[in-house]
């Protein structure tokens, strides 16, 4: 079993900034990919920003220049650096990580989301 929990979200005004985390545990084998998502209110979930094993990075056209996704292989930790916030970022954010368990099982887990309001 692999749970990933998000923390870190909560109200800012807008030009602000959040650091949104996301701890991956349980039977972890290795990582192989993980990302960040958003939904906002109304909408389709949408990709925000990803991360491969090779470390490569890729984000939304929306947020590229003021996010930063990054990782710490130790802690088995996602962030996502948010800046220059803006209302339109108002969502709850989703982790999603592609994990391989301990019985050699690549499966793709989703956290239970955190909600970002940004008021103008």
């Known amino acids: 079993q692999v749970q990933l929990v998000e923390s870190g979200g909560g109200l800012v005004q807008a030009g602000g900034s959040l650091r949104l985390s996301c701890a991956a545990s349980?039977?972890?084998?290795?990582?192989?990919?993980m990302a960040w998502y958003r939904q906002a209110p109304g909408k389709q979930r949408e990709l925000v920003a990803g991360l491969d094993s090779a470390g490569s990075t890729n984000y939304a056209d929306s947020v590229k220049g003021r996010f930063t996704i990054s990782r710490d292989n130790a802690k088995n930790t996602l962030y996502l650096q948010m800046n220059s916030l803006k209302p339109e970022d108002t969502a709850v954010y989703y982790c999603n990580g592609l994990i391989r368990d301990r019985s050699g099982r690549a499966l793709r887990y989703w956290g239970q989301g955190t909600q970002v309001t940004v008021s103008s």
């Open positions: 349980g039977r972890i084998l290795s990582i192989i990919d």
